[in-house]
C-alpha cells in the first residue's frame, strides 16, 4: 500500500509536498492512530487501516483551501439553463454539503443522498470542534 501511496502524488503539486513531509513517519503514526482505537492497542496496521488514516489525514489538511474553492464556486453559481431542482441540488452540494456549518438550522438536503452526506459532514465538522451536535 505504501508505494501505492507514494506513486499517487502528480510531480509538483501541492499534494506531493504534502505526501513528502509526511511520508517518513507515515507508517509509525498511521499504527498510533489504529492501536488509540477502542479495543484496537494491540491492531497491526493493514493497507486498508493505513489507507483510511491517510485519507482522514488529507482531508484535515486540505479542508481550508476545499472549504474556499466552495464558497467561491457558490459565489459563482447560476440557474442558466437548468432545471430549478437541479440548480438547488447544485447549490446545496456546493455550499452547505461542503460547509454545513453554514446551513440554516434544521437543514434538510433537496435529495436523500445529499442529505446523508450533509448529515456526515456535519457530524465530523461537529467531532472537528469538539462540540456535540445538536
Not at 92 to 105: D, G, K, W, Y
Request: glycine share 4%.
Amino acid at each position: 500500500m505504501l508505494d501505492r501511496l507514494n506513486e499517487a502524488p502528480k510531480l509538483g503539486s501541492r499534494f506531493e509536498h504534502y505526501h513528502r513531509d509526511m511520508r517518513d513517519s507515515l507508517i509509525a503514526k498511521a499504527t498510533q492512530w489504529l492501536q488509540a482505537q477502542p479495543g484496537q492497542a494491540e491492531a497491526t496496521l493493514y493497507g486498508d487501516q493505513l489507507a483510511k488514516y491517510y485519507m482522514e489525514q488529507l482531508q484535515l489538511h486540505f479542508e481550508p483551501e476545499k472549504k474556499a474553492d466552495y464558497r467561491q464556486r457558490y459565489a459563482r453559481l447560476t440557474q442558466s439553463n437548468v432545471a430549478p431542482t437541479a440548480y438547488l441540488q447544485e447549490a446545496a452540494r456546493v455550499c452547505f454539503i461542503r460547509n454545513p456549518e453554514l446551513a440554516p438550522p434544521n437543514y434538510k438536503a433537496p435529495a436523500g443522498v445529499l442529505q446523508a452526506a450533509f448529515d456526515n459532514n456535519l457530524a465530523a465538522y461537529h467531532e472537528r470542534q469538539g462540540a456535540q451536535p445538536a
